[in-house]
């Protein structure tokens, strides 16, 4: 399946499951833990070399969680509470045909950040449309842009609230991601 920008997977946290169980997402995706019921945990438990880990409470006061894998490979986490009754997980993160790998990245230049009104997004390669997607911390698009033909692609930011976004550009084959404070 190609993508051109992220997707955003929603994996339900509850009785002793993770459902689904287990996913299969691209880099840049984001996976998103929503509580149902119970005391749980997102935990990982294995990722692949480079990627970060992760570890966050799913419960009434903290009902979800959004993690961005940008590295190929296996990723298995589970519920620190329930594991031994078989509350486990697995995420397989696979190129997508139109983003080869995420090591070859764009490397582009984003400034200010934090930001306030404006960002500015320098990129390499100034012949390739590139695709701006902006996702807020659970994994909602608040954001999707595409620009040809620029070098310094200039992003408005009205209407966005104060917090931590993550930017995600893709141009050609190649994407990067980088997080973004916005104050108001
Ligand atoms: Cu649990």
């Not at 994996?11 to 996976?31: E, R």
């Not at 438990?45 to 970060?52: C, D, E, I, L």
């Not at 893709?170 to 108001?184: A, E, I, W």
């Amino acid at each position: 399946m190609a993508t051109s920008f992220a997707t955003t997977h929603t994996i339900s946290v509850g009785g002793m499951s993770f459902t689904p169980a287990t996913l299969t997402v691209h880099p840049g995706d984001v996976i998103n833990w929503v509580w149902a019921d119970g005391t749980h945990t997102t935990t990982s438990t294995s990722v692949p070399t480079g990627a970060a880990t992760w570890n966050s409470n799913i419960n009434s006061s903290t009902t979800s969680f959004s993690y961005t894998p940008t590295v190929i490979g296996t990723y298995k986490y589970q519920c620190s509470f329930h594991a031994a009754m078989g509350m486990v997980g697995t995420i397989t993160v696979v190129s997508a045909a139109n983003v080869s790998t995420v090591n070859n990245t764009i490397g582009f230049n984003m400034y200010p950040n934090p930001a306030k009104s404006v960002l500015h997004l320098q990129l390499p390669d100034n012949k390739l449309p590139v695709t701006i997607t902006m996702t807020d911390l659970r994994g909602v698009i608040v954001l999707h842009k595409v620009y040809s033909n620029v070098a310094d692609a200039e992003v408005n930011l009205d209407g966005l609230n104060s917090g931590l976004y993550i930017v995600n550009a893709v141009q050609g084959n190649r994407v990067c991601q980088q997080q973004l404070s916005v104050f108001r």
